[in-house]
């Protein structure tokens, strides 16, 4: 055997190894670095198709909840509906969802050593592992008012206020670890 067959013969065999232990991605979750204006329904399925402002949450589930409920003093009552506030002396109103989209990879491994235990009268026992999922957390907020029922589309006439306001309220949420310090700050 030649030099050259024998690099062949060994690139082949770290090409099949890379391979069984490579996880091919089926789902990738978006990445949002500050936030997202998007149409509910394109961002996940089963959202208003209002527009959008979508941030990643990186806290823990429910605390966007308790931050909501602490700082405009709903007293666990219409947390997610119709939450008022005022802003530039405008009434309006935001709705807001906890979304989550995981990143989802298959893994050649598992499978391919079931494969073999199965070729050899053996059950499978890595079933759990064919698969594997990492959730990402994402905030997405809609916000309307008397006049108009989607403040964040394009031709709206409160956008820019509107979305001076999320990004404050997002900030807010983010750096905040004792939600009643936001009492103070009302």
Known sequence: MTNRARMNKYVLVICFLFILQSCIPIRIAPTIE??????GKRFKKGLPKREMFIFSDAKDA???YNFINIKYQLNDEN?????????EDEQFFFSWY????????INLLPIFIDA?????????????AYSSRKGNWYVAIEVYNDFESDCLVENSLSKEKVLK?????KEEYLVTHNYNETIFKN
């Open 98 to 105: 906890e979304v989550e989209i995981p990143n989802k990879s």
């Open 165 to 169: 306001y999320l990004r404050a309220l």
């Open 62 to 64: 429910e605390e966007f």
């Open 34 to 39: 500050d936030y997202k204006l998007s149409k």
């Open 116 to 128: 073999a235990l199965t070729a050899s009268d053996m059950d499978p026992v890595l079933e759990d």
């Open 79 to 87: 947390v997610y509906d119709d939450v008022p506030f005022i802003f």
